[in-house]
């Protein structure tokens, strides 16, 4: 995911083109990751794993505010329903709006 994000996001903005060599080859362990969390994510509450905030959403916060915001973000997001549900909830806590990546 990060080399996605590289790519896509922090390369522009250094004033270079994305390599799609490099988001290709980066595919396979994104859908894979993605995959994973799909199916660690709890399909009835809020949260990742369970009815309360923990670690795993601090963590994977940042990580899918970059990488959402990319065409394979979008995209992976869009086949995982669990895990769209859980960063539609948390994408609006205040905590997540405030410091939310300003990108370009």
């Known amino acids: 995911?990060?080399?996605?994000?590289?790519?896509?996001?922090?390369?522009?903005?250094?004033?270079?083109?994305?390599?799609?060599?490099?988001?290709?080859?980066?595919?396979?362990?994104?859908?894979?990751?993605?995959?994973?969390?799909?199916?660690?994510?709890?399909?009835?509450?809020?949260?990742?794993?369970?009815?309360?905030?923990s670690l795993a959403d601090l963590h994977l916060v940042p990580v899918m505010a970059y990488f959402g915001g990319t065409p394979e973000g979008k995209k992976a997001l869009a086949g995982a329903p669990k895990l769209a549900r859980w960063w539609q909830a948390i994408a609006g806590r205040p905590s997540v709006t405030a410091t939310e990546p300003k990108l370009g």
């Open 1 to 53: 995911i990060g080399k996605v994000v590289w790519q896509r996001a922090v390369v522009p903005l250094l004033g270079g083109k994305p390599d799609d060599a490099i988001v290709a080859e980066a595919a396979p362990m994104v859908e894979k990751s993605i995959a994973a969390l799909e199916a660690a994510a709890d399909s009835q509450g809020p949260f990742l794993c369970g009815p309360e905030l």
